[in-house]
């Protein structure tokens, strides 16, 4: 469902610019499911730029996946869901998520000091089976917040795909510091080892500039107390404006 391809006959394809991602894949294929290695090959391909090809043509295997809710064809111009036995299994629905969202979220990295990007799951297809695109990223959408994540909306009017006859819809996943350290802890990814990388990178700076959760109530009572804004920012161990802002805002 996410780079990946299942031909009418079964044949599977995985792309990827990265051929050490496909070269993981293939580990994992072949000591998960005892697929023979000369069923298996990488390739090189040129198309905007150079990517790699992991084929696999092991037609059980592909009609295994069918049967298991995969889509065959191209993807853009069918409508297909993400089957009930993968969202109702926090084991299943985590396993799925880190497999599309390496494929298909943007990298997550730190853009400014120690803030980090809005990570963005964006698809696309034909604007026929745009009500299909909405249900199934919802569904993505709840599953990553079944796990603790907070996500955004999705928004109503769906943008165009340069080139192409298809439209886009898209969610980020909130850039705040703790949810994207909760993204890492929950779900992260599995194989992608540059955006591994990446999100170890961003969350060991997140965390190390993570201010702690400030409790209101015991703010507002030691106010109450006759407290001023200094000695409270040094009871609750936090900066004099932090303490402002809470009691400005109650």
Request: glycine fraction near 6%.
């Amino acid at each position: 469902m996410g780079d990946g391809h299942l031909s009418n006959v079964y044949n599977i394809k995985f792309i990827d610019a990265n051929i050490s991602n496909l070269e993981g894949l293939k580990n994992f294929l072949i000591n998960n499911f005892k697929i023979r290695e000369n069923s298996i090959s990488i390739y090189s391909k040129k198309a905007k730029g150079r990517s790699f090809v992991l084929n696999i043509n092991y037609a059980l295997f592909g009609r295994v996946l069918y049967s298991l809710g995969a889509p065959k064809g191209n993807k853009t111009k069918q409508p297909f869901f993400v089957p009930q036995w993968i969202i109702n299994s926090k084991k299943h629905s985590r396993m799925f998520l880190k497999a599309l969202l390496e494929d298909e979220v943007t990298r997550i990295k730190i853009v400014k000091k120690n803030h980090c990007n809005s990570p963005q799951l964006k698809m696309a297809k034909q604007e026929i089976h745009l009500d299909n695109l909405r249900i199934f990223l919802g569904q993505v959408k709840n599953m990553i917040e079944n796990h603790g994540v907070d996500c955004s909306d999705i928004p109503k009017k769906p943008g165009f795909k340069d080139g192409q006859k298809t439209k886009e819809l898209y969610f980020n996943i909130n850039r705040n510091k703790r949810n994207i350290i909760n993204f890492k802890k929950q779900i992260g990814f599995y194989l992608n080892s540059e955006k591994i990388r990446k999100l170890n990178e961003c969350c060991n700076i997140l965390e190390k500039t993570l201010r702690p959760i400030i409790n209101k109530k015991v703010v507002l009572k030691l106010r109450e107390q006759g407290l001023s804004i200094r000695k409270i920012a040094k009871e609750m161990n936090t900066s004099s404006s932090t303490i402002h802002r809470i009691v400005k805002v109650s």
